[in-house]
């Protein structure tokens, strides 16, 4: 069995916070983790009529450049994720989805986070752009799935939670 033996919480933001954790593992080891908790998240996979899938080419600090992504968000606390998916995809690419289907869910970073991530099919597009969160610099963009799927092979794509939102919906783009 595997026995918490204390948290320490060292840091606490607006979007995770970090803590320290000892652990005694069940063959009386103890280890010590840094754990980013964080209260989950959105991907959303927008297929419009047309085939196209859209993006957004997001600035990301953590590179320092910009990374090519499918819209997703932060859920806010108690938030329902289909309805995070349905605000996310107003705010980033300025539109609406008909339909939202869950594609599946995972953990982003097990070893050091918390972040559990829901990942939603939008169908049925329509224009209803929300305002985009001020933090953010976003350039939507929209590809034909073949050429989506071509530039994940091609490693053009490396943004981790856009790689495993296409790889769920792969059914769904074939």
Same mark, same amino acid.
């Given at each position: 069995?595997?026995?918490? &033996?204390?948290?320490?919480?060292? *840091? $606490?933001? $607006?979007?995770f916070s970090l803590r320290q954790e000892r652990v $005694?593992? =069940?063959? +009386?080891?103890? %280890?010590?983790f840094d754990i980013v908790t964080h209260g +989950? /998240?959105?991907?959303? &996979? =927008?297929?419009? %009529?047309?085939?196209?899938i859209w993006f957004v080419r997001q600035y990301r600090q953590g590179v320092r450049g910009l990374l090519l992504e499918l819209p997703a968000g932060t859920l806010e606390p108690g938030e329902? =994720?289909?309805?995070?998916? +349905? $605000?996310?995809t107003q705010e980033e690419i300025g539109m609406a989805a008909g339909t939202l289907q869950l594609l599946g869910t995972c953990f982003l970073a097990p070893g050091y986070s918390t972040e559990f991530m829901y990942f939603f099919l939008a169908t049925d597009l329509q224009p209803d752009p929300l305002p985009?969160?001020?933090?953010? *610099?976003?350039?939507?963009?929209?590809?034909?799935?073949?050429? %989506?799927?071509?530039?994940v092979t091609a490693g053009e794509?490396?943004?981790?939670?856009? &790689? /495993?939102?296409?790889?769920? +919906?792969?059914?769904?783009l074939r």
């Open positions: 069995m595997f026995e918490q &033996l204390g948290v320490t919480e060292v *840091y $606490r933001g $607006r979007m $005694r593992y =069940p063959d +009386g080891r103890e %280890a010590s +989950g /998240a959105v991907t959303i &996979l =927008p297929l419009d %009529a047309d085939g196209n329902d =994720p289909q309805v995070c998916a +349905g $605000r996310e985009q969160d001020e933090n953010e *610099y976003l350039v939507i963009e929209k590809f034909p799935v073949q050429q %989506a799927l071509a530039m794509i490396q943004d981790a939670k856009t &790689l /495993a939102g296409i790889m769920l +919906g792969l059914d769904h």
